[in-house]
């Protein structure tokens, strides 16, 4: 089992952490989250792959001759990916109205939002 996909996600997740931690503005806070989110599609194929496996579409293999490729992991990464398009779609909208009824995308300038 190779580590270097795992360090490959922490490092992209740290990345968006400190992009996320350090941006003064929310549309690159919106990016530095949706950065932080690639690093799950990372670890999702990196827990998937097997060495030496196909692809889980059988042609004229025999079952059991090859090892394959878990399918479920490839699904479910798909998934991530839509529904990570769909979090950032909806963050960037609520993005929009905030710079459309306050005229910042500041978020210290944002005062009327403190509790």
């Known amino acids: 089992m190779h580590v270097f ?9 740290l990345v968006g952490c400190y992009g ?6 929310l549309i690159h806070a ?7 989110q690639c690093a799950t599609y990372v ?8 060495n030496g496996a196909t692809a889980p579409v059988f042609s004229d293999l025999k079952p059991g001759t090859r ?8 699904a479910l990464t798909l998934t991530d990916i839509v529904v ?3 979090v950032t779609a909806l963050l960037l909208a609520l993005v929009l ?4 009824r306050h005229g910042t995308l500041d978020p210290d300038e944002l005062r009327e939002l403190r509790g």
């Not at 670890?43 to 998937?48: E, F, I, K, R, S």
């Not at 090892?67 to 490839?74: E, K, S």
């Open 5 to 13: 996909p795992y360090l490959v996600a922490v490092w992209i997740f």
């Open 20 to 25: 996320l931690a350090t941006s003064r503005n």
């Open 30 to 36: 919106v990016g530095c989250l949706s950065v932080c």
């Open 43 to 50: 670890l999702l194929l990196a827990v998937g792959y097997r």
């Open 67 to 74: 090892p394959l490729v878990d399918p479920v992991v490839q």
């Open 84 to 86: 990570g398009a769909t």
């Open 97 to 100: 109205q905030v710079a459309k």
